[in-house]
Every structure is written in C-alpha cells, then in structure tokens.
C-alpha cells in the first residue's frame, strides 16, 4: 500500500511539474507531423502567408517563421511557444504537394498553379455573421448570385474570359447558404478558424458541400481582426470576403481572391530604381500590388491577368490557346492586346539570366494592353494604352510562383499610376544582360516590337582567333634561313580577359629549327599582334623542302 501511495504521489508531482511548466512559459523543442494549411491574408498595403498545421491527434498549431505557401503532409522541427498554440518553425520537411483532382498534381516551368482550373467549377456562397458582431450580415441575397454568377461582370463571366472559356462557375440562388451566426468573435477571426465554423455550420444545418469546388465566405464589413484572405493549394478552396465586397459587380476582390484560390499570388511593381537599366527588388521601390489593371495587382483591378499569370493556368502559351513567344535572338515581333478576342501572340518572354545554383531564370514579359472585353475601363487612361509594358519575371526556382515585377518605363516620375507604358520609339536597355526592347509601331491592333541582343557589358563571348603569315613563301633550300612575320588577331568580345598566344614550330624535318621572338604574348580581345618567326633548314636537307607553316595554339 505504501509502495502504491508513492508511485501516486510522484505521478501528482510530475503532473503539477509539467502544469507549472506550462503556466510558467517555459518554450520547449518539438517534433510534429500532420497537414499544413496555407492562407494568404490582404493586409492593408501589404499581405502575408498564414500557415497552420493539423497534427495528426488533430490539435492545431500557427506556425510562426514559415512564410512560404505549402500543402500536404509536412514534419515541423521547432519550438512549442508558451501559449502551446504557436511553434516556432526551424525546419520543415515537405513533399510540396498540390491538390488535382484529374492528375494529382500539376505544375509549369513557370510556376504552380491548382487544377489547372479547367471546367465548371461549382461555387457555394455561404453568409457568416460572428457572435458579437454590430453589424449585419447581406440581406440583398439575391444581389450575391448576381454578382457571382449572371451579372455580365460577374465572377463567372470574367473567368470565362480570363480563362479563354476553359473555366467557370456555376450556381444559382439554391447555392447560397446563411445567414448563419458563428461561435467566433471578432477579436479570433483568423481565416482558418473561419473556414472551420463555417463547415461547421453548415454540417448543423444538413447542408453537405462535398460536391462543391469553390467556397466564397461572407462576414460582416468591419469586422474586428477578420481580413479578405485566401486558402493556397487547398481544394475545395476558400475566399473570405466582407459583405460589401461579395455583392459587387464587378468585384475587384472577389475577382482578385479567387485568383489566389487557382494558385496565384499577386504582380507587384518596381518604380524609382537606382539603376533603371538593370532593376531589382534591392535597387527599386517596390509595391507589393502593383499592376492596375491586372486582377492580381492593384485592389482596383478588374483586367486580364497579364500573360505570364494566364500562362500558370495553362489560359495562354498552350497549344489550344493564344501563342506567347519565347525570344531567345535578335528579331521583330508582333503583339496583339491582351484582352483582345483573336488568337494571335499575346505576349513575349525574354531570358536575361540564369542562375545554376537554384535553376532560377529571370525574363522579360512583354505585354500590350487595349479597353476591349475585360479591360474596357482603359478607355479611361489611354496613357496606359499608348504604348507596351515590361514586367520582370522569376521562375524555375524555389518559390517560382511570387515572383512577378511591373517595370516603370518612366522612371522619373511617381505618384502616376498609370504612365508606366514603353512609348513608340523608345527603348529599354538593359546593358548589363545586353538586351534592348523597342517599340517600333503602335495601332489598336496590333504592337511591333523589336528585340536586340548584344554582348552585355562585362561579359565574355569567345571566338576563334585569325592567323596571317607573311611572307608567303613556304620552301627552304638547305642551310637557308626565313623569317616570317606572324600576326594573330584575337576576336573574343570585350569583356574577355587576353588570352595567351604562343608560337611553335612542330613537325619540322630533322635537324630544323624553329624559334619565335617573343614566344608567348597575352593579347587583349578586339587587339592585333605580330611576333617575328626564324626557321632555319638542315644543311642535311635535299634542295628544297615544302614547310607547312606555324600553327597557333591557345
């Protein structure tokens, strides 16, 4: 009995121990598997990734200092923060997974995207209002399906159009679902904790939402820490969208945050570069949305996605879908607008860089923008529609699919969001890469662009060098001496280093000799130079032998 007492005793130590330890904060290492959850949250001027891991005895963890988008099954290594709700991430260990429901998972040399989101795609609108809200939630329902659906503005119609009618949503009036009051305050409105109420919900309600792909989530406007957000690679997907947004047509955010749910993320801008020649995020202004016409870009936009988004989805750049042209030469170039309905080349891509370490390319996306279909508010900015824009963009990476930079044509102006375009006649030189972009015609049709190619400043291209002999004459009579005058041209570019010439005088007959004055010489490329060769025959020789003359080795 004794024995026993103890043995209960030490259990009830270790017990308050371990409480103690808890209440006191004390942050320990921790190992966990389970399923990750990404949320990308608008924030302002900004926007962050929100990641979430479900363990597998379903308890659920923010993961703090992960700030990639990931799905699937990870292993987290870090630290279990005093709240038990947070872990502080070190490592992780991830087979990157994305959802297709047709091949499992797909992805592009230029990036990821979900499905890719081809075909109807079934959208339940489901209203949230939180417990403790002061404001309503819709009561207009009818606006709602309206505005997804059958408004020619509506998401539907819009992605029919951005997608080249390969996708669409679909639904009606039977497909919205709410209001419905949620056990979530204002003050907790995390997106994940949002999306599992709502699930909740509807299972109290009987509503099954197994056969549905898309999930546009409603709560009230102003509603404490609850902001427009996004699940990335997850399916079904999510939008969280405030009351006065979802009922828009056309909504710039519903448009917008539903480009996230197909695995998009946004265009950013760089402007007031120091070197406006080479840009890069380090040496430019950057704005993290950027292109104002681009549903990806600025919170305004209602537009096509600019070429290199549609071509993630597989909307452009595919046998079935308008050409986007990858230049790798010197050449003229045609470029029809965006948004235009004929099926000509909407686009151009130009590598300037590679980098071997991370397989990472950096291009040139060039696009041209008109107010027809989609994009008819350009009717308003026609400085925005006089000329082409340039984009830099990064893919084959780590994280190929964040990486896409609006470029500023007038960099020294600011505060103009809509003078951003390459005028006729001018020119975008990168001299670093050394490649120049012109645009040499302009109509409502139609773009000309020409592309050059030249040596880049610093960089090195070799080329053989050219060899002449003078005199001559190539036979010797015995005992004679000849001295021939050499000259060697050395044609690599000019970024090269000289290159180290010498002369020898191989495979000469028996008892023949060769010397060159000087025997070696480091020649500068673009730079001529001429050494003195003596040969001298055998007295041994017949009358006279045929030479073959010097050979030049590198």
């Known amino acids: 009995m004794k024995l026993r007492i103890k043995v209960l005793f030490s259990l009830l130590a270790f017990f308050l121990l371990l409480t103690n330890s808890l209440v006191l904060g004390v942050e320990k290492e921790i190992k966990v598997t389970g399923t990750i959850k990404s949320y990308i949250i608008e924030d302002n001027n900004n926007s962050h990734i929100q990641n979430w891991l479900y363990d597998d005895f379903g308890n659920r963890y923010q993961l703090d200092g992960l700030n990639s988008a990931m799905a699937g099954s990870v292993e987290i290594n870090g630290t279990l923060l005093d709240d038990n709700k947070s872990i502080k991430v070190k490592t992780v260990e991830s087979q990157n997974t994305f959802y297709d429901k047709s091949v499992q998972s797909w992805s592009s040399q230029y990036g990821y995207g979900l499905e890719p989101p081809n075909g109807p795609q079934r959208a339940a609108l489901l209203i949230m209002n939180l417990n403790d809200s002061t404001n309503s939630a819709i009561t207009d329902l009818d606006e709602v399906v309206t505005a997804v659906f059958t408004h020619a503005e509506s998401v539907n119609e819009k992605y029919q159009e951005f997608s080249r009618y390969k996708t669409s949503y679909s639904g009606d009036i039977t497909d919205l679902y709410g209001p419905w009051e949620i056990d979530l305050s204002e003050a ?51 939008a969280f969208l405030g009351s006065g947004v979802i009922k828009n047509s056309p909504s710039s955010l519903s448009l ?83 948004s235009a309905s004929s099926t000509g080349n909407k686009g151009l891509i130009i590598p300037r860089s590679w980098d071997a370490n991370t397989g990472e390319i950096e291009a040139y996306m060039v696009e041209y923008r008109q107010p027809v279909n989609a994009d008819h508010n350009l009717s308003n900015y026609p400085e925005f529609t006089n000329g082409i824009l340039i984009s830099l963009v990064k893919y084959g990476g780590f994280e190929p699919e964040d990486n896409i930079y609006l470029l500023d044509m007038t960099n020294a102006t600011t505060g103009n969001i809509w003078d951003q375009t390459l005028q006729t006649g001018l020119s975008f030189v990168d001299s670093t890469s050394g490649i120049t972009i012109t645009l040499d015609s302009l109509t409502n049709s139609v773009a000309g662009v020409s592309v050059t190619f030249v040596d880049p400043v610093g960089s090195c291209t070799p080329a053989n060098p050219t060899l002449s002999v003078n005199p001559k004459r190539s036979l010797l009579g015995e005992g004679e001496i000849n001295v021939y005058e050499v000259t060697v041209a050395n044609n690599d570019s000019s970024g090269c280093e000289a290159t180290s010439f010498e002369l020898s005088g191989e495979n000469l007959p028996l008892n023949w000799v060769a010397q060159s004055i000087p025997n070696a010489i480091a020649v500068p490329p673009g730079v001529s130079t001429t050494w003195l060769l003596r040969v001298a025959s055998s007295a041994a020789s017949v009358s006279y032998t045929h030479l073959t003359l010097p050979t030049i080795c590198s």
Request: aromatic share 10%; charged share 15%; with cysteine.
């Open 188 to 238: 907790d409105c995390d997106p994940d904790l949002l999306l599992y109420f709502t699930l909740q919900a509807a299972f109290e309600n009987n509503v099954d939402l197994s056969s549905y792909d898309r999930y546009l989530i409603s709560f009230p406007p102003n509603s404490g820490t609850c902001n427009t957000s996004a699940t990335l690679f997850e399916y079904p997907s999510a």
């Open 256 to 338: 917008h945050e539903q480009g996230h749910n197909h695995g998009l993320r946004h265009t950013h801008k760089l402007d007031d570069c120091s070197d406006p020649t080479f840009p890069t995020i380090n040496t430019c202004t950057y704005s993290e949305y950027g292109h104002p016409v681009d549903i990806m870009g600025l919170s305004i936009a209602t537009g096509h996605p600019m070429p290199f988004q549609a071509m993630r989805l597989g909307w452009m750049g595919t046998d079935d879908t308008e050409s986007i042209t990858n230049v790798d030469s010197s050449g003229s170039f045609s470029i029809e607008p965006v």
